[in-house]
């Protein structure tokens, strides 16, 4: 009986995802590491010796005296069959492409690349090239996936029509200490460490995702586009928070999926269930860990829960290790569970997002119209003030943070209605004085402020003022969602409806919402909903 081959593998980058990848290697058969590049003679050195590598396999710039030297040489190497590229996003398109072009195959870590551009330019060098490329999207090889699928594929759930995911994390102070990729201008924030997870779900059991509507048009590499029956995907609503540089920390998307929907949430800046539910004609099934999934359970109608209990083989990198492994050592030119298509697919997801993540010029004329729609009848009264606050503490039941809600009579700065959910904290007092500050400053609700500035840099004395005299020393909030004028029908300023506690565009909506209420308008009709949030 022929001997089975041995795939010799190498590592771009001496990470902790490398070394991750690298211990779960040492218990695929058939596999062995032979090389590792990376910029740092003593990373290398580490590297080498936690891992027993040869000193003619590992490469560093270091010694070669050239940034990307370590990367080329381990590509030039005859001994390495396949590569783990565990770069930062903004460097997968281009060493990949060199890779591909060496003859390696390619198991890139998770996201293929920056766009659905660069991926579909990596599947048009595989096919010029004949290598493998997969993205290391390593969910779909743990036996929890495997039983999630067969479980849909047997129609425990019946049809799926829609696809639930959330991955939030509290890492806010990693990611501001800009020591890591998660913070880097180019190929950081959260869509693509954490959504790209949340798109592959979607992609997976919601398959009509080929067309994206408003993605750039790309070649029709490997059945990508044009799909019988794929009707793309529209992005109905949106949320979401970002830092410093407009780095994306959280994002709260709803989307159509052809004929299903979906929901993409992911954060940098707060802790929630990590989870995917997908939901069916005839049931749902709840995942766990949704990235590093072990259990979910079935609930099918008419049935009783079903637990599914499936604990990694080894690791949660080990089923994808094994799978490439044995396409290298096989011949193939793509994965079946993780094909060219699907990453494409899933990168347009993100894309979509994207697209809807700043806001376009019509969203300053949607703000105008608003206020214009909600024009106070007479006077505003103190009995007026209280209704309105009760009316948006009511309605914050429905958002998934508390909130602080204050009511300021503009004429003489007057509080006169302040109310705040258990969880909030005086600085979110602070936050909606400044929004209030911001709206009293431009003569608009404080996001018309922040879109402003978004759109063309104006109303950049808000951001750079610091703190206003009149908030003696306390911080000053930038000006963003959550403050909104209340104005008569002449357009005399009567009042502040302030909100401040959930995540951009949310506020603002929130407190829209509120006022129509209040005036027995409906949001929607009567009052134009913010085209940030829904477009």
Known sequence: MAEEK?????????????????????????????????????????????????EGGVYCDESLGEEGAAHQALLADPTVDAIYLALPHALHHDWAVRALRAGKAVLCEKPACLTAGEVADLV??????????????????TPCYRAVREAVEAGEIGRVVRVETSLCNDMADLVASGTTYHSQSVGGGVLLDCGIYCASWIEDFLPAVAGVQGAADEPDAVGVSGAPGAEGVRVTSFAGVTGEGGLDLYVDAQLVVGAGTASLECAFDRAKPRQAVLVGTRG?????????????????????????????????????AWHFTRLVAEGARQSQIMPLAASVRC?????AIKARCLPGADALRTIEAQ???????????SADALRLGCVAARLARGFDRGVTVRVVREPDGLVMFEWASDDKAPRNQVFAEGKRQASLAVGHASLWAFVAHELDGSCQDLFDRGTPERMGEADFACPVAGALPIRDREGRLLATLCVSGLHEGRDHELAVRALAQAEGLRYGSDVPAYSFLAR
């Not at 795939?7 to 590491?33: C, D, N, P, Q, Y």
């Not at 729609?373 to 505003?380: E, V």
């Open 371 to 381: 206020e214009a729609a909600l024009r106070w009848k007479g006077s505003f009264t």
């Open 6 to 54: 041995v795939v010799r593998w190498g590592i771009l980058g001496a990470g902790k995802i490398a070394r991750r990848f690298a211990r779960s290697l040492t218990h695929v058969e058939g596999a062995r590491l032979v090389a590792l590049s990376c910029r740092s003679a003593r990373k290398a050195e580490t590297f080498a010796r936690e891992f027993g590598l040869a």
């Open 347 to 351: 990168a347009r997801i993100v894309d």
């Open 284 to 320: 749902r099934i709840l995942v766990e860990d949704l990235h590093r999934c072990q259990r979910a359970t079935v609930f099918s109608d008419g049935r009783e829960p079903r637990a599914i209990d499936a604990p990694y083989q080894v690791d949660d990198f080990y089923g994808e």
């Open 124 to 141: 048009r060098v595989a096919d010029e090239t004949g290598s493998l490329f997969m993205e290391a999207m390593k969910a779909r090889f």
